[in-house]
């Protein structure tokens, strides 16, 4: 009745933004991401004779509407492997800032997806583990599968889930995550996508990441690298494009994560050949090749505003482990 799983947090290279049902996080379009090896999140599920379920994450005791959403997600589990299920103790640790802009909820439904099937003594097929963790949050469901993954959106709960599209070792490129932040973002990606068709853009951004999808998928196969940071570039600046115009607007972005975009430029003008992409929060993903990981880190090691540097390589997807957290 006790497992543990670790499974990656993950950057879209396409990215979801918009949902066409909010209860089961249907996404609005397909997207693409890249598991990253060096955020990740370990959950252990216990589940043990007690009154209510209880949570540690990074050694703190959730409670409220955190543990509430995770109650929920564990009651889901259950009812889908047709188990009576009891009270869980979890704990969970991530190897990077907490809601700092890296995706914690990805890494961390995913991770606590797969330890509960497992606490509660069974075993499931990628498919529906991608399925249930996309229910505890959307962008879950991409941590599942190994390396280079594509969500598709589908059309009900049963068809929307990601796979992998080619494994971690596949191409050697870097994502170096410049960290500005560390404090929870305001506006949470969930509050995020429930406005977002309040923009004006997103009928357009929804039609045009059609295409992105397909030009990023051929340069893919053709390891392209230039082909794919302009199309992953462009993508996430489309993405933000329809959070800045939404109503109420969000801006995610902070002077120096503006300033970073600027540099990312003229770093290609100088011949290193990077580029970025931004989530829900002022970090910068810098995409690069292996080549030119170590000038990448080292330039941005004397960033101004840079507090942490986080350089991931392609990763694989979830898994069971027998490292735990710890209680
Ligand atoms: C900007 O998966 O965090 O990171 O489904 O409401 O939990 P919920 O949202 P979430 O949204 C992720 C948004 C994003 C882009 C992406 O990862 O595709």
Redesign the pocket.
Known sequence: MRATAIAPANI?LI???GKRDAAL?LPLND?I?LNLSAAATTTTVEFVDQLADEMRINGQDISGAELEKISRHLDLIAAKLGVERARARMSSSNSFPTASGI?S??SGFAALTAAAVSALGHELPEKELSILARRG????CRSIPDGFVKWNRGHADNDSFAYSLYPANYWAIRDVVAIFGQEKKKVS??AG?EIAATSPLLPCRVRFVERSIGEIEQSLADRDFTKFGTILESDGLN?HAVMLTSRPAIMYWQPETVALMHQVYDWRRSGLEAYFTI??GPNVHVICQEKDAADCRAKLAVFPGVREIIENVPAQGVRLTAAEPGF
């Open positions: 879209a990215k979801y933004w996080n997207s991401s995706a909820s990805a949050s959307g962008s879950a990606s969930s996508h993405m989530d829900a």
